[in-house]
């Protein structure tokens, strides 16, 4: 017996010493930084948003690691160090648990992702208590910085907050419809449905002080069912019907709105509407005014990036990007491009480096400039649609490109009081 | 007063969408007095046979019309099979057991028909809209409305009467009827509860998966519909009292009604007004409107 255990023990000690000597060479050789990756991978928001923001996820570090980004990010890895990714579902019901375990049990050293406000808004706190660096790349409501985490030190938004989708909704509306005087509106009730109203409300008002509001739905996110809401939209008949659905909701709304008629009688404002695109085709009604939440998908800048961007994912994943896939890809650049400014892949010196950052993303320029440099804004776009029956695709025509100082607030200044104020500031080309 | 007439046909609408999707838990609780959570899985299993059977066949440019029978065919097939594999594989072992236990069975049972789903057809949505549109609208007071949304009440309307029919008027169902009233009775009678019992559970599970079979065309078909639908059919079902099939017909009414008329006279209560409609026919009747009276065992 004595003797066995003699020999289990030798045979356990040179195993361990084997793994050992293996395993050292490795980690002495690839530094890796981890990234948790945070996107819908099932429910409602999964197939227009979270898959393609995945997808954007995989072929933008796939393609650092290997070193085949376009310039300037054609150096591999992020700050040297090779990156590695947990990708995790945001349609959780334990979104904060979720958070904690990416950053205590699976060690990683940032956190990019989600689409949601609501999300948002429960793990913005979360990320400063843990001291992660945490990217979001979507979620849109202005609240984040304005009202819940005032003082950020380790969160980051790298793309603009729902204000200037609908600042910028209002300016196309008023410009190109001369003859609007009544808006209506239908949003998800929750943070991101309401701020956008509030937006687009107070910035019509703001442009043209005789319009009057005549119809406001807010149904429950995810509900799909919108015959009512249509209903009470048909009957009030505004000139303007301005929307914020995005994901399945999204594309419920234009099946059963267009199907009834709604697109005909009020001219629709879809604040972001391309992912929509692809899978709808010819379902959206001509002229429907189109968002994508920045120079994203349609309205994508010709640069040597976004050309890249659009043929490497095309290539890969058979179908065109959408504009949740440049933001994801967006937000992964911006940890890039403050990782290799600062050569490290310590996320407490990419923090500070990131803080503040311009960078070129394949949307074109990002500029950390809001909230001591934690928040983006962006330039942004809107358009009409048009289907063509020849190629079968859908496109935008009548496009108005807004620079991001005409579109944003500035520093400092809250969304509402630079809306109500008249813009103060806003520089528009 | 166009107003009142978009609240009629809104709440009709809804309420037919409720009917189909929430008779089959009320059935199957009626017969078997298990509270079939897994009624949202057998919903997302004929929306999704549905969409991807329709849109299948909007490939091959075929005449649209014919989709429409792919709606029933698609909520046979998922609610047979899942029908008969769920009551024959799982439940029939569980009979007897205590009503909460069966609803944590029922639950488990929900959430891997869930990951079936994403098995089966992964986790994008599918939107297959060709039959909701094929007929048009029809204005109603000013109002377009789908032709569609008039097949779905009709074809609410038909499974109701249908329903009384097979209860009431045949010998089938008077048994049946005999099974809700006391099962221990009924077997002491002679009759096959337990084949009551899988035939119940289908036919269930076949209602359930028409309810999103003819949703399908309407809406974006994707993961997690299932879980919305079963806290709605549940509110249905004790509003108009478990069990009970004219029960489920007036408690679909009843939120399809209340919604409506919140969404157009005060839409910041449109939630909560299903809740508080159940809360108050609770108050009043506790054991919803049309339960069944149930003589106490000693």
């Known amino acids: 017996m004595n003797k066995t255990m003699k020999k289990m023990s030798t045979l356990a000690s040179a195993m361990l010493l084997t793994t050992a000597i293996g395993a050292a060479p490795s980690t002495a050789q690839e530094e890796t930084f981890k990234v948790g990756v945070v996107s819908f991978l099932s429910g409602p928001a999964a197939g227009p948003f979270g898959i393609p923001a995945r997808n954007a996820a995989e072929l933008i570090i796939d393609a650092a690691n290997a070193g085949t980004l376009p310039a300037p990010y054609n150096t591999a890895g992020i700050g040297g160090a090779q990156i590695s990714t947990v990708v995790i579902d945001e349609n959780s019901k334990q979104k904060n648990a979720d958070f904690v375990k990416l950053v205590e049990k699976d060690g990683v050293d940032a956190i990019v992702g989600y689409a949601s406000s609501g999300s948002c808004k429960a793990i913005a706190p979360e990320a400063e208590k843990l001291k992660t660096l945490t990217v979001f790349s979507i979620c849109g409501t202005p609240q984040i910085f304005e009202e819940i985490v005032t003082e950020p030190q380790y969160l980051f938004r790298t793309l603009s907050h729902a204000t200037m989708d609908n600042v910028a909704a209002a300016r196309y509306v008023v410009e190109t419809m001369g003859d609007v005087s009544t808006i209506g509106g239908i949003n998800q009730n929750y943070a991101w449905g309401q701020d956008s109203w509030r937006d687009f409300s107070l910035s019509v008002a703001s442009l043209k002080d005789s319009v009057t509001e005549t119809e406001t739905q807010f149904p429950k996110i995810f509900a799909g069912q919108y015959g009512s809401e249509i209903s009470a939209l048909l009957n009030a008949k505004p ?3 301005h929307s914020s659905f995005w994901g399945g909701d999204l594309e419920a709304l234009i099946i059963q709105g267009s199907g009834r008629g709604l697109f005909g009688r009020s001219q629709v404002v879809l604040t972001s509407s391309d992912t929509a695109i692809p899978r709808l085709g010819a379902q959206i009604p001509d002229g429907t005014i189109i968002g994508a939440r920045g120079l994203n998908g349609p309205y994508a800048p010709e640069t040597e990036l976004a050309e890249w961007f659009q043929k490497a994912y095309f290539d890969r994943f058979g179908t065109e990007p959408v504009s949740p896939a440049y933001q994801m890809a967006q937000s992964i650049l911006a940890i890039k491009a403050a990782a290799d400014q600062s050569n490290s892949s310590d996320p407490e010196v990419i923090r500070g480096a990131l803080a503040g950052l311009t960078f070129e993303s394949m949307s074109g320029e990002v500029n950390m400039s809001l909230a001591n440099g934690h928040q983006a804004i962006t330039a942004t776009a809107y358009g009409t649609y048009k289907f063509d029956a020849a190629s079968g695709k859908g496109t935008v025509e009548n496009v108005r490109t807004y ?7 500035p520093a400092n200044v809250g969304s509402v009081d630079w809306i109500k104020g008249g813009f103060e500031g806003a520089v528009c080309e | 007063m166009l107003t009142a007439i978009a609240i009629t046909v809104d709440g009709l609408g809804f309420a037919a ?10 059935l199957i609780y009626g017969v078997m007095r298990i509270l079939n959570i897994a009624h949202g899985g057998f919903y997302a299993l004929g929306a999704y046979s549905s969409a991807w059977a329709i849109g299948l066949y909007a490939t ?3 005449p649209i019309v014919f989709s429409f029978l792919l709606i029933p065919l698609a909520a046979l097939i998922a609610g047979l099979a899942s029908g008969l594999l769920v009551e024959r594989g799982v439940l029939k072992f569980m009979y007897g057991r205590d009503e909460v236990l069966m609803v944590l069975v029922t639950y488990a049972i ?9 098995l089966i057809w992964g986790t994008e949505s599918y939107v297959a809209w060709q039959p909701a549109f094929h007929f048009g609208t029809i204005d109603v007071f000013d109002i377009p409305y789908t032709v569609y949304k008039f097949i779905i009440i009709s074809v609410a309307i038909i499974v109701g009467i249908a329903l009384y029919f097979v209860l ?3 010998r089938v169902g008077k048994l049946l009827l005999v099974v809700i009233e006391d099962r221990e009775i009924s077997a002491a009678l002679g009759i096959n509860v337990t084949k009551f019992f899988t035939v119940t559970f289908v036919v269930g599970a076949v209602l359930g998966a028409l309810g999103g079979a003819i949703t399908a065309p309407e809406i974006s078909v994707s993961p997690g519909i299932g879980a919305e639908i079963i806290v709605l059919s549940f509110a249905v079902i004790v509003i108009g009292g478990m069990g009970s099939i004219g029960g489920a017909m007036i408690g679909a009414l009843i939120v399809g009604f209340a919604r409506a008329a919140s969404v157009h006279l005060y839409p910041p209560a449109e939630l909560f007004s299903i809740y508080l409609v159940m809360a108050a026919v609770l108050a009043v009747k506790p054991y ?5 009276a149930e003589s106490r065992k000693i």
């Open chain 1, 403 to 409: 620079s991001a100082g005409c579109v944003n607030p």
């Open chain 2, 60 to 62: 091959t440019g075929s």
């Open chain 1, 239 to 241: 000139d303007v019907v």
């Open chain 2, 110 to 118: 929900f959430l891997i028909l869930e990951d079936a789903t994403k």
């Open chain 2, 168 to 170: 009431n008027k045949t």
């Open chain 2, 288 to 292: 919803g409107l049309f339960a069944l």
């Open chain 2, 17 to 26: 969408w409720l009917f189909l999707s929430s008779v089959g838990l009320t």
